[in-house]
Structure formats: structure tokens, C-alpha cells
T-cell receptor, first 116, second 116 residues
Framework: GDSVTQMEGPVTLSEEAFLTINCTYT??????LFWYVQYPGEGLQLLLK?????DKGSNKGFEATYRKETTSFHLEKGSVQVSDSAVYFC???????????????FGRGTQLTVWP | DGGITQSPKYLFRKEGQNVTLSCEQN?????MYWYRQDPGQGLRLIYY???????QKGDIAEGYSVSREKKESFPLTVTSAQKNPTAFYLC???????????????FGAGTRLSVL
């Protein structure tokens, strides 16, 4: 079945450091891929998405490229800020692969803490 | 403003008591979801509903019940049969079908449930 494996945290970085959070997936076909972010005490917000192979999603300085050959969707940011401290979730959707719902399968989340 | 409203923000349950978490959306979405979030375990799907008067069990439905009498509302009841209810509960909604780039789940701010 569909599943997502995320790099385990926590990840602690200094401000302006480079960030990579690894995400790999298991699924048939070409699932849509997402990164969601959760700030303390809040719900999840969509950060970026990619719907086909080689697509690059980007938002707020974060990027992730859909790599079909390695079944990966790693999240990167060139220079993190204290305000980026949050939990990041990688997810895939089953929409269009035998489903009209678009159920999301989430990774376990990676806690990022950025120090000034 | 369109969005998803969850209430209450904090909820306490006594032994043997049923409690109901509210979720309302004004995004005109057909699909609604309930997730449970425990530390280090990501999000697990409890129930989902694609249309009014229809809902399906997710991965951890035991000890929970839902109803979908209106498009806007999808309340979750945590019954006394749920022996470990302490968690953060998140409600989400989305469109169904259509192109995958439109199938984004939007989340409420969550309800934190604790056992007295």
C-alpha cells in the first residue's frame, strides 16, 4: 500500500543554515506529493506540492523536486530563519489511482528548531 | 473568510464519558476528514466522508463515531470505548475528484483532548 517515510528528527540548525528534510514514498503510479507545515499549537498548512515527475514545488524559500527514479520528494531551504521552526510533514495523495477522494498518507513529521 | 473551525480548543474527558468535537467548514468542500495526532506518530486517519449522509472508517476508527448530516459539519464523538483518547485531533476538508492540483486538504486549528 501507499506509504511515506520521513527523516526522523529533531533537526536543530542555526539561522541561515541550509536545510534538507528527506522524504521517500512507496506507491504505484504517479501520486501527487505534498509538504505540510505545522506551527506550535496549530493545524497543518500546505507548504508546497508537486503533481508529476520532475515538478518542483516552491513556496517561502522552500523547494522540493518530485523524483520518480528515486521515489523521493526532499524538502530544502537555502537559509533558514527562526520563524521556520515547526514540524514538517511529507504526504502523498491517492487521487486518480483508483480513488476519487484524494486521501493523504502522511509521514511521521520532522521537528525543526532554528536558533538565532 | 473561508476556513475550518474546530471547537473547543481544549477538552477534558472523564472516565466512561462520551465527548463530541465540532468541525465546521465554509469552503463548500464535499469531503471532510478526522485525524488523530500523537507525538512522533504523524497523522492517522479516523474517519472520512465524501458526501452528506455517507462516511467511511479510516485506519483507527475503533472507539470513535461520526455523522455527516450537513455538508458544512462533521462532528466526531470519542466514546468511552476509546481507552486512550488523549491526543490532538485535526479536522480537514477538500474538494473531491477533478485535477489533482485542486485536491488540497485544508486543516482546522485542532482540539486537544485530555483525560481527567
Amino acid at each position: 500500500g501507499d506509504s511515506v517515510t520521513q527523516m526522523e528528527g529533531p533537526v536543530t540548525l542555526s539561522e541561515e543554515a541550509f536545510l534538507t528534510i528527506n522524504c521517500t514514498y512507496t506507491a504505484t503510479g504517479y501520486p501527487s506529493l505534498f509538504w505540510y507545515v505545522q506551527y506550535p499549537g496549530e493545524g497543518l498548512q500546505l507548504l508546497l506540492k508537486a503533481t508529476k515527475a520532475d515538478d518542483k514545488g516552491s513556496n517561502k524559500g522552500f523547494e522540493a523536486t518530485y523524483r520518480k527514479e528515486t521515489t523521493s520528494f526532499h524538502l530544502e531551504k537555502g537559509s533558514v530563519q527562526v520563524s521556520d521552526s515547526a514540524v514538517y510533514f511529507c504526504a502523498l495523495s491517492d487521487l486518480g489511482r483508483g480513488s476519487t477522494l484524494g486521501r493523504l498518507y502522511f509521514g511521521r513529521g520532522t521537528q525543526l528548531t532554528v536558533w538565532p | 473568510d473561508g476556513g475550518i473551525t474546530q471547537s473547543p480548543k481544549y477538552l477534558f474527558r472523564k472516565e466512561g464519558q462520551n465527548v463530541t468535537l465540532s468541525c465546521e467548514q465554509n469552503l463548500n468542500h464535499d469531503a471532510m476528514y478526522w485525524y488523530r495526532q500523537d507525538p512522533g506518530q504523524g497523522l492517522r486517519l479516523i474517519y472520512y466522508s465524501q458526501i452528506v449522509n455517507d462516511f467511511q472508517k479510516g485506519d483507527i476508527a475503533e472507539g470513535y463515531s461520526v455523522s455527516r448530516e450537513k455538508k458544512e459539519s462533521f462532528p466526531l464523538t470519542v466514546t468511552s470505548a476509546q481507552k486512550n483518547p488523549t491526543a490532538f485531533y485535526l479536522c480537514a476538508s477538500s474538494n473531491t475528484g477533478g485535477p489533482s492540483f485542486k485536491n488540497i486538504q485544508y486543516f482546522g486549528a485542532g482540539t486537544r483532548l485530555s483525560v481527567l
